[in-house]
């Protein structure tokens, strides 16, 4: 089974800042995909970026990036100049080539962004 | 276009009712799916359905089901309810299973197990 692993529970950042969020899997396919996924305090959650394993370039969207490691099974989140916007739980997750809308999650890391 | 509509948003029942959930996917998605998100376990994947047909099932008991119907619209029933039910239960449509489609989620409907 595959597994999904955020070390952080909580980071903060000043506004205007950069953080990375860390995220590692364990999985026995070759074939997989990975999202970031952010729930806000009105707990809607929403897509952040998505990175196909089978792709070597790191994802981006806007200030969002990620920083996939394949071998390392790695991928963390890298938010550049960040906004009070930005505030909320984050979670990686993680979707097998063929198990269809079913994803695994992390546990989450709550960001925090000051003012 | 409205998004993903989960109702009630927000009940509260005892340990051995029963409950229903309902939700209503993005106009012209097929494929819903739901999730259980507590405190303890996170984020934890229920089942799928598609073209009113069962697609995934997660590790839940079988006092947990669900059903799709055909305008795309899904329900889950948890029937017996134990205290440990208690969650945030999220609903997801996509336009189909394919694995680069992105999720829509709900906003959820809040169970509380007395």
């Known amino acids: 089974a595959q597994t999904v692993t955020q070390s952080q529970p909580e980071m903060s950042v000043q506004e205007a800042e950069t953080v990375t969020l860390s995220c590692t899997y364990d999985?026995?396919?070759?074939?997989?995909?990975l999202f970031w996924y952010k729930q806000p305090p009105s707990r809607q959650m929403i897509l952040v970026i998505r990175?196909?394993?089978?792709?070597?370039q790191n994802a981006t969207e806007n200030r969002f990036s990620v920083n996939f490691q394949k071998a390392a099974k790695s991928f963390s989140l890298k938010i550049s100049d960040s906004q009070l916007g930005d505030a909320a739980m984050y979670f990686c997750?993680?979707?097998?080539?063929?198990?269809?809308?079913?994803?695994?999650f992390g546990g989450g890391t709550r960001l925090m962004v000051k003012p | 276009k409205a998004g993903v509509t989960q109702t009630p948003r927000y009940l509260i029942k005892t340990r051995g009712q029963q409950v229903t959930l309902s939700c209503s996917p993005i106009?012209?998605?097929?494929?819903v799916s739901w999730y259980q998100q507590t405190p303890g376990q996170g984020l934890q994947f229920l089942f799928e359905?598609?073209?009113?047909?069962?697609?995934n099932k997660g590790n839940f008991p079988g006092r947990f089901s669900g059903r799709q119907f055909s305008n795309s619209r899904s329900e889950m029933n948890v029937s017996t309810l134990e205290l440990g039910d208690s969650a945030l239960y999220l609903c997801?449509?996509?336009?189909?299973?394919?694995?680069?489609?992105?999720?829509?989620f709900g906003e959820g409907s809040r169970l509380t197990v007395l």
């Open positions: 359905y598609f073209s009113e047909t069962q697609r």
């Open positions: 990175q196909e394993a089978y792709k070597q």
């Open positions: 999985t026995s396919e070759s074939d997989y995909y």
């Open positions: 997750a993680y979707r097998g080539a063929n198990a269809g809308n079913m994803l695994t």
């Open positions: 106009s012209g998605h097929r494929s």
């Open positions: 997801a449509s996509s336009v189909g299973t394919v694995n680069t489609g992105e999720l829509f």
